[in-house]
């Protein structure tokens, strides 16, 4: 029969419309630095997820308006959590900002808000997409 898959990486079609990967923290001690691609309203974003102290930052002269922590916080299934914040950069576009949680055990990173997961642990190379849960609502 063949395969009907048009997409599949062995004919050389494929584009990739996401990928991230940790790399190190850009000071030591600052918690963990994730960069990435995303394909996002049909235009190619550069993503960065970083922790951020208590105190309002400053990313390359933009506030951050949220207010967010680095405090580790201990879940009731024993999961520790982080706050983060995600930028989403493109020529001749507006700056995005979210605020997510990342799971300290396997770095995978939930933003509520976008309904979006970040796994740079994915065999693909990394994934920035929709979340798609067996308990979602």
Not at 95 to 115: E, I, P, Q
Request: proline residues 3%; hydrophobic residues 30%.
């Amino acid at each position: 029969m063949g395969n009907r898959n048009n997409n599949t990486y062995n004919n050389g079609n494929y584009k990739p419309k996401s990928g991230c990967k940790i790399v190190e923290p850009y000071k030591k001690g600052e918690g963990v630095f994730i960069v990435g691609f995303k394909l996002f309203d049909g235009v190619m974003r550069n993503v960065k997820i970083f922790q951020t102290k208590n105190d309002r930052k400053n990313y390359q002269g933009k506030t951050v308006k949220a207010q967010i922590s680095s405090d580790i916080v201990k879940s009731g299934s024993g999961k520790k959590w982080v706050q983060v914040t995600m930028t989403m950069e493109a020529p001749f576009k507006e700056t995005l900002f979210a605020n997510g949680l990342m799971d300290l055990s396997n770095h995978k990173v939930y933003f509520k808000d976008l309904n979006w997961i970040v796994n740079p642990k994915a065999s693909n190379g990394g994934y920035i997409g929709k979340h798609i849960s067996k308990n979602y609502n």
